[in-house]
């Protein structure tokens, strides 16, 4: 069974940056879609980027689309989020999951990190 665990979050002002790690164990990387998703205390858990298996394909959502940019390592079985021009409505936790196919819908995600938490700063 896949376990993942973010790492990179933190506190910075807005147009600022940051780069989140997911780190995998326990499953075939190379061979498992992921996503990045988001969340605050009032809503569900938000889609922000997805991944295909090989990387060759990634989208976006609208809200982060020129800001943000998904890569993957699979050698070392890890993917990254690069958020830049960070803004205060940014502020969330940020999970990362893994699916067998690349998809916007949270429920489709077969496994799920702790999260990592995002403050952005006006």
């Known amino acids: 069974q896949m376990q993942l665990v973010e790492s990179g979050g933190g506190l910075v002002q807005a147009g600022g940056s940051l780069r989140l790690s997911c780190a995998a164990s326990?499953?075939?990387?190379?061979?498992?879609?992921m996503g990045w998703f988001r969340q605050t205390q009032g809503t569900e858990r938000q889609f922000v980027a997805g991944?295909?298996?090989?990387?060759?394909?990634?989208f976006y959502a609208d809200s982060v689309k020129g800001r943000f940019t998904i890569s993957r390592d699979n050698p070392k079985n890890t993917v990254y989020l690069q958020l830049n021009n960070l803004k205060p409505e940014d502020t969330a936790v940020y999970f990362c999951?893994?699916?067998?196919?690349?998809?916007?819908?949270?429920?489709?995600?077969?496994?799920w990190g702790q999260g990592t938490q995002v403050t952005v700063s006006p």
């Open positions: 999951a893994a699916a067998a196919i690349v998809t916007a819908k949270a429920t489709e995600y077969d496994f």
């Open positions: 991944i295909s298996w090989s990387g060759g394909s990634t």
């Open positions: 326990g499953g075939t990387f190379s061979r498992t879609a």
